[in-house]
């Protein structure tokens, strides 16, 4: 694949090599190529009437590793050719007062789709596991190393690590009794989704954080908490915010925290006082 050429101008060139069911794809992507940078894998595939396996078995037959690689890529040659006009920014958003609000807006559409009831299920079931696995990639690391590192201030055994290797490793030695909290803003981190297929194996409850409604991760939890903005702040290419996540794992911290005078009263007898030792060991760490 020539590095000149746009994904329009690949498709034209291996439309005819394509099977029947991935020109599907294709057309759909000719048709609103605006409309396809908008979709994720799943999306792409109720769309176009294919399956998902079609969908990335066609962007690699025009040259490209999947369809997340050829969606970024779709992006950038829709802005350069001036067809995408992004509307998810605005020009005037040029002062504190307005970053600030917009920031507030995208965690209050959050709320419609967060329910209580779904909350306090998650924060139940993760009060009563063994221990919970918390797993990320790339910049949703940090998110995943707070959750965990806040989980355990609250008495819950955690694991987390930024390497992916270490997750697996250690999420195949877990229990049926453990938890997975899988946080993925596209859904479809490749990791991700093998830390889920081995922890579904073995039978743990499955908690993902993802903005995409209709992803393979959300299709695979036991229990979504979606963490979708209204309007992002640096629109659809620039790099997404992790507000949503942060405050979305607020929330089940929040809930988690609201049960503790009920554990209180099952957990092993010191156990509080020993919570509070840590804290002042903490707290030495500060100046």
Known sequence: MEEHRTVLENIDLYYDQLFIAEKKVADCIRKNPQKAVM???????TESGA????VIRMCKHIGYQGYYQM??????DLGRDGRFKDGNTSPDMDSVKQVFEQSARNISAMIPRLES???LECASIISKSRLVYVVAVGNTIPIALDLSFRLERFGIASYCTAIS???????SLGKQDDVLIAISRSGISKQV??????ATKIGMKIIAITAEEHSLLSKDADYVLLSAAENSLFGTKGPDSPLCEIAVSDALLYFIKHREKIRMDSLPEGL????????LILAETKL
Do not use: K, P, W, Y
């Open 51 to 54: 399956s998902e396996a079609t």
């Open 39 to 45: 979709l994720n894998v799943t999306g792409m595939a």
């Open 165 to 171: 290797e270490h997750f697996l490793n250690h999420i």
């Open 193 to 198: 989704l093998q830390a889920v297929n081995v």
């Open 71 to 76: 969606r970024l890529i779709l992006s950038g």
């Open 117 to 119: 009831g779904l909350l």
């Open 272 to 279: 509080d006082s020993h919570l509070d030792e840590i804290e």
